[in-house]
């Protein structure tokens, strides 16, 4: 015989049990459910002569088979290509956690040598990548063509982009009077998929045949999209020089009777032609006395939609270049849900005024982003290496009013 109080908790105990168990197997289950049903937009597959060598499936499981490299070592990506890019987005984790209104005095170590760093003259642009080097280029020169084809599988719901062929590139590398060309495609205007093809090495006349198929594109969308290919060359010693771009509308491509082939001439690259990402007001003043350079964030307005919620999380991160080496780097906190962040926050640096002159302050707005990699939504440069006449009349009137603070758009 058991007595009722044990008998009692015995019964409480397998009720319990009994239920955590249910609730435990129930969400199991709802959880596969969701992942079995979901499509996630985007998804591609990667083919290289007919082979998967980046398959992902709809459930998001991602299977990497493995290929065999050819004589060239084809089967290799050419990773270096957007190397500097990824570092510069995947080391913004997110904001400082330094206080609201606490200024930040930075000494700049002047004597040290530095490794190599993003340059003020590496002009980032909305998609990621670089602008023209020196060794760019011409306008008088050939840049060659491109051979693409478009494709849509309609069962599947998927742009099928297949890049086959390049002639007649310049020569970019004047030891071996070749180049090492890789092409980077951007679907505009989303950019929701950055992807590239391998290195192809010493020719002018590559040969990708590399297949990008991007699920979840609806067909009825096609219209308002872009590709974007970015024509570069890898160079192993310094930053990759870009060749070239190629822009094509899919407003005129009908790939509903089957797969089109394209041939485009790679114009030079303006960045001119790049949408809008905004505006940031800065304000800057130097004091000769303590020989200190303030830096004020304002604020920024009309900010491009990162999020899928139509806004965006932007904060702004500030370097500071003694010629082309980094020696300083701040960053604001993250202003949630806005395209017209209010920032106000200042930033200190001791500079040597004769060191005035080399010294260049660049700030990179970015979209923050807690699941994935934050992005760059766009870059401005003041100082030594300002690309535009703004923002070399700004640093002039700062270097000519000292102890004003000067603020501009």
């Known amino acids: 015989d058991v007595s009722p109080v044990v008998a009692g908790l015995i019964g409480a105990t397998v009720l319990v049990v009994s239920v955590s168990v249910t ?3 129930w969400t199991c ?12 937009p985007y998804k591609f597959i990667h083919m290289l002569k007919g082979i998967s060598i980046y398959p992902e499936t709809l459930s998001n499981k991602k299977k990497i088979n493995q290929i065999r490299r050819d004589k060239n070592g084809s089967a290799r990506e050419g990773g270096r290509g957007n190397l500097l890019v990824d570092a510069a987005e995947s080391g913004f984790l997110g904001p400082s956690k330094a206080l609201d209104g606490a200024p930040h005095v930075e000494q700049l170590p002047i004597k040290v040598d530095y490794g190599d760093e993003l340059s003020p003259d590496q002009s980032l642009t909305p998609g990621g990548s670089k602008t023209s080097s020196p060794s760019s280029p011409g306008d008088d020169v050939m840049l060659g063509d491109l051979t693409f084809s478009v494709d849509y599988n309609f069962p599947k719901k998927a742009l099928v982009v297949t890049i086959q062929e390049a002639h007649g590139l310049p020569v970019m590398d004047e030891h071996t009077h070749s180049s090492d060309p890789y092409i980077k495609m951007t679907i505009l205007p989303d950019k929701r998929h950055r992807v590239k093809t391998r290195v192809l090495r010493k020719t002018l006349e590559p040969v990708f045949d ?3 198929t991007f699920y979840g594109i609806p067909y009825s969308q096609l219209q308002d ?3 974007h290919f970015l024509v570069l060359s890898f ?3 310094s930053r990759d020089d870009v ?16 797969k089109v082939q394209l041939t485009r001439e790679i114009l030079k690259r303006n960045i001119q032609k790049c949408i809008s990402r905004g505006e940031l007001q800065v304000s800057l003043s130097y004091q000769p006395v303590a020989q200190r350079m303030t830096v004020v964030v304002l604020k920024a307005r009309h900010l491009p939609k990162m999020d899928i919620t139509g806004l965006s999380d932007p904060y702004v991160k500030v370097n500071v270049y003694y010629g082309r080496k980094r020696i300083a780097k701040k960053k604001t906190h993250v202003k949630k849900c806005t395209l017209n962040p209010v920032f106000n ?5 001791d500079i040597p005024m004769d060191l005035l002159p080399d010294i260049s302050i660049e ?9 994935t990699k934050n992005e760059v939504v766009g870059r401005l440069i003041l100082g030594a290496h300002s690309g535009s006449a703004a923002g070399a009349e700004h640093w002039r009137q700062v270097c000519d009013s000292p102890r004003k603070a000067v603020a501009k758009w």
């Open 23 to 25: 609730v435990f197997v």
């Open 243 to 258: 060749i070239g771009e190629v822009v094509v509308p899919l407003a005129g491509v009908d790939p509903s009777t089957g």
């Open 210 to 212: 590399e297949t990008f």
């Open 29 to 40: 289950c709802h959880q596969q459910a969701e992942k079995k049903h979901k499509t996630p």
């Open 363 to 371: 700030f990179l707005v970015i979209d923050f982003d807690r699941t």
């Open 235 to 237: 160079d192993r010693f």
């Open 345 to 349: 926050e200042s930033f200190i640096y």
């Open 225 to 227: 999209l872009v590709l």
